[in-house]
């Protein structure tokens, strides 16, 4: 059985503004912004990952953060990016 990787739409646009990263879907016409954490998500996906790998870079991104913790905002975070169907999971 193989792992689930988790891939951006490639169709998504964005647009980085100083510090604040915006995505734009074209079906929708939608604008979201996205916090630092989710912009750090959108940029690690450029390339199709799978969850284990994403853990495994934000906790050794915040090695001080309780890895519980980490691991809820990871997936509140994947499924929120999931639910404005800006990334894709298979």
Do not use: K, N
């Not at 951006?8 to 939608?30: H, K, N, W, Y």
């Not at 890895?67 to 800006?86: G, S």
Request: negative net charge; hydrophobic residues 45%.
């Amino acid at each position: 059985m193989t792992a689930r990787c988790f891939r951006r739409r490639p169709d998504i646009g964005e647009t980085e503004v100083d510090a604040d990263l915006f995505l734009v879907d074209p079906r929708s016409e939608e604008i979201y912004h996205l916090d630092a954490h989710a912009a750090g998500l959108w940029r690690l996906l450029a390339e199709p990952r799978d969850r284990a790998e994403i853990e495994q870079v934000f906790a050794a991104a915040f090695p001080e953060a309780d890895a519980d913790r980490v691991r809820r905002d990871l997936d509140q975070a994947l499924r929120r990016l999931q639910a404005q169907d800006l990334i894709v999971a298979g």
